[in-house]
């Protein structure tokens, strides 16, 4: 049975750090291209960021509105990815989730607020 | 960014309808859009992938079809478990962008 957990979300002030952890199973994690989705308050989704696999160098895409404060990667021994969040903004509010190629599987999302 | 404007944002609808979403794509995505379904608090559900095949246990009264650079799901005989939030979104390019969502509401 495929399934990604996310976990590591929370309330955080504006400009400070959190990193998401999206664990994952039951399907073959190191050939899998793996994305970060986020869902505003307003229910809209917002698709964030992208890893490539080991073939394709682990290469990195992201929206434009998170480039130079987040960042994705991946550990293949733990078949988890990672978004590491810097300088959060109030924008930043949202239900973030983790999905594998083909957008097929989700994980159940976690919470980030920023809010001083 | 590929813009793809959805419509309706809400729909009233019956149980038994038709109930037809488009999307339009500000330019050619070819056919690298997906469907998505969400209830609330649950993650998204993929239904339609490449703009017209059927997800893995995606009931038949669900499809996808494209015209140009519409793209269309289709539910046909409502049921009561579709009412539901629906998304489109653009593979083609990144970045990868959704449409603003249609809500489905019973009448």
């Known amino acids: 049975e495929v399934q990604l957990v996310e976990t590591g979300g929370g309330l955080v002030q504006p400009g400070k750090s959190l990193k998401l952890t999206c664990a994952t199973s039951?399907?073959?994690?190191?050939?899998?291209?793996m994305h970060w989705v986020r869902q505003s308050p307003e229910k809209r989704l917002e698709w964030i960021a992208r890893i490539k696999d080991k073939s394709h160098n682990y290469a990195p895409d992201y929206v434009e509105s998170v480039k130079g404060r987040f960042t994705i990667s991946r550990d293949d021994s733990k078949s988890s990815v990672y978004l590491q969040m810097n300088s959060l903004k109030e924008e930043d509010t949202a239900t973030y989730f983790c999905?594998?190629?083909?957008?097929?599987?989700w994980g159940q999302g976690v919470m980030v607020t920023v809010s001083s | 960014d590929i813009q793809m404007t959805q419509s309706p944002s809400s729909m009233s609808v019956s149980l038994g309808d038709t109930v037809t979403i488009t999307c339009r794509a500000s330019q050619d995505v070819g056919i690298y859009v997906n469907w998505f379904q969400q209830k609330p608090g649950k993650s998204p559900r993929r239904m339609i992938y490449r703009a017209t095949n059927l997800a893995d246990g995606v009931p038949s009264r669900f499809s996808g079809s494209r015209s140009g650079s519409d793209y269309s799901l289709t539910i046909s005989s409502l049921e009561s478990e579709d009412v539901a939030d629906y998304h489109c979104l653009q593979y083609d390019e990144n970045p990868y962008t959704f449409g603003a969502g249609t809500k489905l509401e019973l009448k």
């Open positions: 999905t594998r190629t083909g957008l097929d599987y």
């Open positions: 039951g399907f073959t994690f190191t050939t899998a291209w």
